[in-house]
């Protein structure tokens, strides 16, 4: 039951700093503070970490979260601890010192949150102690890592359901990204089939533009993205290891500050690029696919794909972790026919069986659909999440709709010509046939004979290798594994090919670099941004010497608001976004120096009340007290009041003399009572 006289509203401004839940939070936690067992799938932003955080305020006991990277674990348990929460995690990254803190809490029964992960669960002692230390709530984050086909598979995420049978606690699960199928296997492993209540919060992350490019010199177009964007926080996804080092190389030659990451580093290595980018503005990191979930920065501006994803939800997932506090962020993926030729291959040449592989390959499908998409990418992209909406005016192709072309006699063509060659060739040498180019492969095979050979002059080089990736992207044809590459036509392309269907395709010819004009939207306008400027210098000040990361003390969002708001005092700053009563108290004045040029110097009971609105009551009792300190008449020995028990009458609102008399002595009852009590009637007024 949740602890009495503990609002849900009043936790969301004092803790967190937030006057209103976001769209769907509300009534996730609600059901997780009644203790009902819940799954939420809710979209990377949106306020899952919130949905169990708040609720384990509200509830007595404990309440463990279990979550995929120490890293992740590291930063929520942080950012709690500025707030005033008392969490801890159990780690094999803690410090002797950190775990015997957790321990403390945990007997003493102070501890609200504990952080496990997974793998923890393997060891019989864990059980045991979570038994005996009074557990009731099972918090299960990037819960999509049970299905034991996704992208993000954590064997020991199965020990889970195990784990909620023998505490018998509620249990919630939280996921940005679940299919129908994921769902179900979520659901049949963590809630043993028993259906929770089940929250499906939409996918749309409309801060995000999304924008795709096919390739053409593929590390000058990052380069170029990346100059476009200097000293923004960024990821740069690569598909190799050595991709990643040669890309991070380029970024720290052209001025930025850049690292790499990926499995093949030593695990002090990663952990200190992992602590970089939480603590230093402006550092993009260049990663595989390792660098995945721990990431939780909330400022990160842009995510680039500097190879295609390897599925649409791996692709949703790592654009995710750009523009998390809600500010504008950019998603930018490059692909082309290699990316697409290796994906296929990937998923052809796995140990998953054949029903596997076919529900992979709809997977990369709609990537690749998206990649080549001819009207609002959002809409496809909401779309396969079974989501409608309509074109968002915030993705490239709602910037600037493609030019379509009849492509039909062109896909013919071009199918023609890998039917007439047994289906054993890739696009290089199908291009030359359809060119009419008498190369040595040519000419030793009498491609030269066929009817095809030189059909196709009508268009160069480079559009017939745009028509043969859309192709691709449109699985008209496929790469086969078995046959080392070579293009093979799918059933989706017959009908084309008997003319009984036609087809649109996009007029790609490829605009030259010197040509593009990357576009970026600014934070804030022109006006505001040397204060915005100003406010980030000083939280990193704050931030170096806590040895915390930055948005631990403020994210992006909450000083974006203080730049265009301007507060004038602390009680205009905390109705600020993300400004909770902790935060007030402990970083206020240092903001509004920035802000005011000005330092506010209240009493530290004064300043508690500017989080609970009710600074301007402790002021206007302050006020009526310093009318009263002699006396009406002005002939008496002074007498006041101390702040303690002013901020007491601020935040209590007595209404009566019996009520005055718990927080007050006779002497002052009799000096101030009536006054006191005027003012508190005339602030409920």
Known sequence: MPIQGTSAESLLQDVFGYDAFRPGQEDIVNSVTEGRNVLAIMPTGGGKSLCFQLPALMRHGITVVISPLIALMRDQVRGLREAGVAAGALTSGNTEEETDAVWDMLHSGALKLLYLAPERLAN??????????????????????????????????????????????PLAAFTATADQETRDEIVARLFDNSAPETFLRGFDRPNIHLAFQPKDSPRQQILRYAAARKGQSGIVYCGTRAKTEGIAKALKDEGHTACFYHGGMEAADRRHVEE??????????????????????????????????????????????????????????????????????????????????????????????????????????????????????????????????????????????????????????????????????????????????????????????????????????RPDAERHGALVMTDRALPILKGQESIQLRRDIITKASERRPTVKALVSEEHAPMLSALKAKRRALAENARVPAYVIFPDRTLIEMAENRPGNLDQMAQINGVGAKKLERYGAEFLSVLTGDSEELHPARRKLA??????????????????????????????????????LAEKRPDCPDSLSRLLDEKRIERFGNAFLDVIRNAEA
């Not at 199965?158 to 023998?166: K, Q």
């Not at 359809?434 to 030793?444: I, N, P, Q, R, Y």
């Open 611 to 648: 989080a609970k609105g009710a600074g301007g009551l402790y002021d206007a009792l302050m006020e009526a007290q310093a009318q009263l300190t002699r006396g009406e008449d002005g002939t008496e020995k002074p007498l006041s009041c101390t702040a303690s028990q002013l901020a007491k």
């Open 124 to 169: 019989s002692n864990t059980q045991r102690m979570l038994m005996q230390a009074g557990v009731s709530l099972i918090a299960v984050d990037e819960a999509h890592c049970v299905s034991q086909w996704g992208h993000d598979f954590r064997p020991d995420y199965l020990r889970i359901g195990e784990l909620r049978r023998a505490l018998d606690v």
């Open 276 to 477: 970089r980018f939480a603590t230093e503005d402006g550092l993009i990191v260049v990663a595989t696919v390792a660098f995945g979930m721990g990431v939780d920065k909330p400022d990160i501006r842009w995510v680039a794909h500097a190879d295609l994803p390897k599925s649409i939800e791996a692709y949703y997932q790592e654009i995710g972790r750009a523009g998390r506090d809600g500010a504008p962020a950019e998603a930018m993926t490059l692909y082309g026919p290699e990316d697409i030729r290796l994906r296929r291959a990937q998923i052809d040449e796995g140990l998953a069986p054949p029903e596997r592989r076919v529900a992979d390959h709809g997977r990369l499908n709609a990537l690749l659909g998206l990649a080549e998409a001819q009207g609002c990418r959002r809409q496809a992209l909401l779309g396969y999440f079974g989501e409608e909406a309509k074109p968002c005016g915030y993705c490239d192709l709602c910037d600037q709709p493609p030019d379509l072309f009849d492509g039909t006699e062109a896909v013919r063509k071009a199918l023609s010509a890998a039917l007439r060659t047994q289906e054993s060739y890739g696009s290089g040498h199908l291009i030359d046939i359809l060119l009419g180019k008498s190369t040595d492969k040519v000419m030793l095979r009498n491609h030269d004979q066929l009817p095809t050979f030189g059909v196709g002059k009508d268009l160069n080089k480079g559009q017939w290798q745009a028509v043969f990736r859309q192709m691709m992207g449109l699985d008209l044809m």
